[in-house]
């Protein structure tokens, strides 16, 4: 057993602190890119403040025989593009990869000052985040960095997910996960063949009018497609809110698909995600969108908050607005929704305008 008491020391003489508290900074967009692709790469200066993440991609997707090319075209592109607000993540080869070794010990001499957050596939249980914890707390003493490196695990096999909690609390680098829908699913011998998103298969049917067997049969029923991912959606939530750090959508692979893509990152959303994967240019304006509260939500939030708190409330007790009862428990949702799009829009200068036009018709 870990004592408390050293959880937040240094993993390595010489590390720096481990934060106690995740920031909660803007993420709605993980916006990949292949690091060796050479028009992708040269594209990333020009994305600064388009995407609040931009992540250099060196594992699945980049051919074996472009991860060197690739690790090499994330150190240029770090060293050479100034990221102001915008985040710069990586996501490495896999921990039982022939990869995975150079890639950190490379990485972080190097850029470790740039990189914000480092993200790990196939997180199987506490025992891979203690590994990348130590070994990032000796790079970075080695380096001299001054700065944490936050870690970002992808929930992509059954093992991982029966572990979610125990992943989540690991170290206090752990700064999220997210939804890995493609190696998850095959991993769980799931029968899709698409990355994230949903299944005409999966559906629930509406009952039958009659009992009559033929009428069964040849009556049309209504029927109501299912979510596939809900079930592993809902439990990262949990287990990202009780460590104290966020949880994302992965990949929506029908890039010409934007209506569902919207779809399933709005599910994600609503249900307590912060951001999601954008594979193409097209991604990140919905995600952007989707992951911001609407000024409709921030409006009523607002007014309970209002209500509650502000016309000389203490934020206890009971108010009726619009006919709907409005108590503790409502106005701490409506904090969430407030508190959020105030940090959102101090990235964003677009949402700001829009929430600042409430102000003055509330
Ligand atoms: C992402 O890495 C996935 O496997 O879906
Ligand atoms: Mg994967």
Same mark, same amino acid.
């Not at 959606?233 to 010409?256: E, K, L, N, Q, S």
């Given at each position: ?34 690091? !060796? ?97 130590? =070994? ?155 992951? !911001?509260? !609407? ?34 428990? !409502?106005?701490?949702?409506? =904090? ?27």
């Amino acid at each position: 057993m870990r004592s408390a008491k050293d959880f937040f020391r240094p993993l390595a003489v010489g590390a720096p602190e481990p934060l106690r508290e995740i920031p909660a900074r803007p993420s709605r967009a993980l916006h990949f890119f292949d690091p !060796s692709n050479e028009k992708m790469a040269a594209k990333v200066p020009g994305m600064v403040g388009t995407a609040d993440v931009l992540l250099g991609n060196l594992e699945d997707a980049v051919r074996a025989d472009n991860k060197v090319a690739a690790r090499e075209g994330l150190l240029r592109i770090a060293r050479e593009t100034e990221f102001a607000a915008t985040q710069l993540w990586t996501r490495v080869n896999a921990l039982d990869s022939p990869w995975f070794l150079d890639d950190i010990t490379t990485l972080v001499p190097a850029i470790g000052d740039k990189l914000d957050v480092v993200m790990i596939p196939k997180v199987q249980g506490a025992e891979d985040i203690h590994y990348v914890d130590r =070994l990032l707390a000796q790079l970075e003493a080695k380096a001299g960095l001054r700065r944490p490196l936050l870690v970002h695990a992808i929930l992509e096999t059954a093992r991982g997910v029966a572990n979610v909690e125990e992943i989540c609390g690991a170290s206090p680098r752990m700064q999220g996960l997210s939804l890995g829908p493609a190696d998850l699913a095959a991993d769980r011998r799931m029968k899709t063949t698409r990355v994230g998103g949903g299944h005409p298969g999966y559906l629930v049917r509406q009952d039958p009018e009659s009992a009559d067997p033929e009428a069964i049969r040849s009556t049309q029923r209504t029927t109501y497609q299912q979510d596939l991912w809900h079930y592993t959606i809902a439990r990262m939530v949990d287990a990202c809110a009780t460590h104290g750090i966020f949880p994302y959508y992965g990949p929506f692979g029908d890039i010409a698909d934007l209506v569902a893509c919207e779809d399933q990152f709005r599910n994600a959303f609503l249900l307590g995600c912060v951001g999601a994967w954008s594979l193409h240019p097209t991604q990140i304006e919905i995600a952007h969108r989707v992951f !911001s509260p !609407s000024v409709d939500d921030v409006r009523h939030a607002r007014r309970v908050v209002a209500a509650l708190q502000v016309d000389g409330g203490d934020g206890t007790g009971a108010v009726m607005l619009d006919g709907k009862m409005e108590d503790d428990a !409502s106005l701490k949702q409506c =904090l969430v929704m407030v508190e959020l799009a105030e940090q959102l829009a101090k990235v964003d200068p677009a949402l700001a305008e829009q929430y600042a036009a409430l102000e003055i018709d509330p």
